[in-house]
């Protein structure tokens, strides 16, 4: 018999069109683990009857599912808030956080007020002339100590 994780994923993959000879389209991954890359309903069906705690970002709807546009932003924002990790053994002095010396929640509240705005991240960009990475990067940013909203764009 399936296990509960195999049976989640191919209604997942059935809902997505995705099954082919009863069985899910591996590119959908591992239900009990979603990457960052998965599809919102593979998030969506983990959050829901997998996790055991929820991760920050993260809040379920009054029917035990988050909201999609929630798992939407979660996945636009999260990656912004990771720590730095020291790494064991290395001998070098401990790595700075990512807000260096600032308050810890200014940049975070920075950040979230600008994209919570409409238009204010493409102003802010065109005011500087800044262009977006055309390669997304996930590695932790380095904030100044005296953070402003062009430092966070």
């Known amino acids: 018999m399936p296990s509960k994780q195999a049976l989640l994923l191919?209604?997942?993959?059935n809902h997505l069109g995705l099954t082919t000879n009863g069985k899910p389209d591996p590119r959908l991954g591992n239900i009990s683990s979603p990457r960052h890359k998965d599809h919102p309903l593979m998030w969506m069906e983990w959050a829901a009857k997998i996790m055991r705690s929820q991760p920050k970002g993260i809040t379920l709807g009054h029917n035990g599912y988050p909201y999609e546009w929630v798992i939407r932003g979660?996945?636009?924002l999260a990656p912004l808030f990771k720590e730095k990790k020291e790494k064991k053994g290395s001998g070098a002095n401990p790595p700075l956080?990512?807000?260096?010396?600032a308050p810890p929640t200014l940049w975070q509240i920075l950040t979230m007020g600008i994209v919570a705005q409409i238009q204010l991240y493409g102003k802010l960009l065109?005011?500087?002339g800044l262009t977006i990475q055309p390669t997304p990067s996930w590695e932790a940013i380095t904030?100044?100590?005296?953070?402003?909203e062009m430092e966070c764009v």
């Open 97 to 101: 956080k990512r807000w260096n010396d």
């Open 143 to 148: 904030f100044s100590p005296n953070v402003d």
């Open 74 to 76: 979660f996945h636009r």
């Open 10 to 13: 191919l209604s997942i993959s």
């Open 126 to 128: 065109a005011k500087d």
